[in-house]
């Protein structure tokens, strides 16, 4: 029996540069703050999500994670590796894609990419985040780890915290510098003041907030109680994966920390370095106002991000309304379309019947696979 609501179309095909044309009709700063409208939206309605850590394969140089979401309507998940050697070898350090589905019947309405996407929706995640627990009037960020990820952070924070002057460190001269050309001349960030740094403690030295976004798989402390002034709030991006932090633990201990989803953080963030009873807040309940965000001026606030699937889930729907609005993509046929849905052999049915040679037939000998091909074609 057939569904009449059923879904019958093409499934829509994303690609970065697809996602790159969404950016540029929608304009960086809009799709910033449409993104992070979404992204509020879903974690207002925290309760309706079917939620889970997310299914990580280790390997010694890194990991490859599934991501799955869904609510009463929609169901998304989330292919992404982290291999911080892959920049050695002409590869992205984080490389992503994921698909939309109707919960109602399964079908897959989007597949996209989610490399630029995963990018934006970090940083807009983090700025979030911070609206919620740095200082009010923070105007300057400290931004160690200068990568694929880092433009993305500077320019969120920009346009959705007002931050003002970025300071710049990476122990590698020449992603720093990239970074500085991408910001410089930028009508994005063209109010913003960049600094070159010459170590993380000096890029703290008089900042509002530090974001972390660097790339190693190891227990690093980038961040040490040394670098800690009054009032500081940490957005540690890069330590999430076992075995792979950022952040010294007693800076953890000098904080107020928060979390995306507990369960995932407590193995996957900074926060794997603390026993179980190590107290944290769920950034959902911050935002729905349940729970105190920042307690004070001089309190250290650490947002410990590992990145949670409904970020991503967020990240689709609104690439997904945007793209149809726009009519940007390819309609794929990537599910079958069948005139009788339970016959799907009809696809590698022969389109003439094979005729089947007698037993001896005219040569004599037992027919061959090469017979019954000859005596079709
Ligand atoms: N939390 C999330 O939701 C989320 C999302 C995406 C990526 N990430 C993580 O963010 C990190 C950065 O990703 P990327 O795509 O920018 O990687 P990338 O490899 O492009 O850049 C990472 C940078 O960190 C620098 N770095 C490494 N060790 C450093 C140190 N000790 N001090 C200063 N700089 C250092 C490297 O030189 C490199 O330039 C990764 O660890 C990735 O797993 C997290």
């Known amino acids: 029996m057939t569904t009449p609501h059923l879904p019958r179309q093409n499934t829509l095909f994303l690609s970065p540069q697809d996602v790159a044309n969404i950016v540029g009709r929608v304009g960086l700063a809009a799709t910033l703050h449409g993104m992070a409208t979404y992204i509020r939206q879903d974690f207002l309605r925290w309760q309706d999500f079917d939620k889970s850590a997310r299914l990580a394969a280790h390997s010694p140089d890194g990991v490859i994670e599934l991501m799955p979401i869904a609510d009463a309507n929609t169901y998304t998940f989330k292919y992404v590796n982290g291999h911080p050697k ?18 109602a019947s399964g079908f897959p309405l989007l597949i996209s990419e989610l490399t630029l996407t995963t990018a934006l929706r970090t940083a807009v995640t983090s700025a979030v985040a911070a609206l919620e627990l740095a200082r009010p009037g ?103 994966c076992p075995g792979k932090t950022e952040i010294h633990a007693d800076v953890l201990r000098a904080a107020k920390v928060f979390v995306e989803y507990e369960p995932q953080t407590r193995v ?6 603390m026993g179980a009873d190590f107290g944290v807040t769920e950034l959902w309940q911050v935002l729905a106002g349940n729970k105190t965000g920042r307690d004070n001026d001089t309190q250290i606030t650490f947002f410990d991000s590992v990145g949670f699937a409904m970020e991503d889930f967020s990240a689709l729907r609104y690439v997904h309304d945007l793209a149809q609005s726009l009519q940007i993509g390819a309609a794929i046929p990537l599910i079958p379309t069948l005139a009788d849905p339970k016959d799907l052999y009809q696809l590698i049915k022969p389109a003439t019947p094979i005729k089947v040679a007698s037993s001896a037939g005219a040569t004599g000998r037992a027919p061959t696979a090469r017979d019954a091909l000859e005596t079709t074609a």
């Open 86 to 103: 892959n920049t050695a070898l002409g590869l992205p350090t984080v490389m992503a894609f994921g698909v939309l589905a109707d919960v």
């Open 138 to 240: 923070s105007r300057v960020m400290a931004l160690i780890g200068n990568g694929a990820q880092s433009e993305f952070q500077a320019l969120a924070f920009h346009h959705l915290v007002g931050i003002k002057e970025i300071r710049l460190f990476d122990v590698d001269a020449g992603a720093s510098a990239k970074l500085l050309r991408n910001l410089q001349n930028n009508p994005d960030a063209a109010s913003m003041r960049v600094v070159l740094c010459n170590s993380t403690a000096e890029a703290v030295r008089g900042s509002d907030i530090v974001t972390t976004v660097t790339a190693d798989k190891t227990n690093a402390t980038i961040i040490t109680p040394d670098m800690l002034t009054a009032g500081l709030h940490i957005n540690g991006v890069g330590g999430d």
């Open 268 to 273: 996957e963030g900074d926060l794997q370095q």
